[in-house]
């Protein structure tokens, strides 16, 4: 019964996209989009992917635990053991740990966003998942880099502060390039774009107007004019 209602929910959202895209509703289409993708990602996608994602993300981290002697991973089970000065501590890389919510966000965002087509879409889509699983694996690294030089006690800090920063910048830099750059590039207003190409014709043009405008009489000078 559930996946009946899964298909129909799925059904409708589509047919909502569609008749948006008829009614030319472009900002309300890939806002019902993205929404939609993102609730289809976590509620179908999720519960799939969350377990192999942390045995990735714990496996990544675990190479640099192993060269450096920090800490030390176990993928299989999603856990990494820390050893410090006061003492030992394991971490359980979880579904907040393992990166799904933010790659399920990058991908939704992604989905129906006009600025690429799809294969473009389907290139930045692979190469942003494994940034955000790479980038995740080093904010797990960093925690444990902490933990393991100051301590047990610095364990909260080190997870809900310092990680996070490290991680988010990372993924501001991604937003960036991937939706904010290739969009301020692309936007045109009257004569003026931000597109490089698009600048340099732009001066052509308006060169090319005023190549074209009749050159200004002389005026005489007469004696009477003179002071």
Known sequence: MSIVLAILAIALWIGLLEILRR?????????????GAFLILMIIVRPLITVPLARLVTALAGIIGKVTG?????FRYGVIFIDSAKGAITVNID?????VIEISAFLSLLF???????????????IGTLYTIITNALRITVICFVIHFFGTDYYYFAHTLIGRIIFYVLQVVLYFYVFTRPQIKRTKTGGFTYNATGANKAVNEQKAEMAELPEPDKL???EEDQV
């Open 70 to 74: 920090v800490f030390q991973a176990y």
């Open 112 to 126: 129906l966003f006009s600025v690429y087509n799809i294969p473009e879409r389907i290139y930045i889509g692979v």
């Open 220 to 222: 005489a000078v007469t």
């Open 95 to 99: 579904l907040e740990c393992s990166g």
């Open 23 to 35: 009614a030319g509703l472009r900002f309300w289409r890939y806002l019902a989009g993205s929404c």
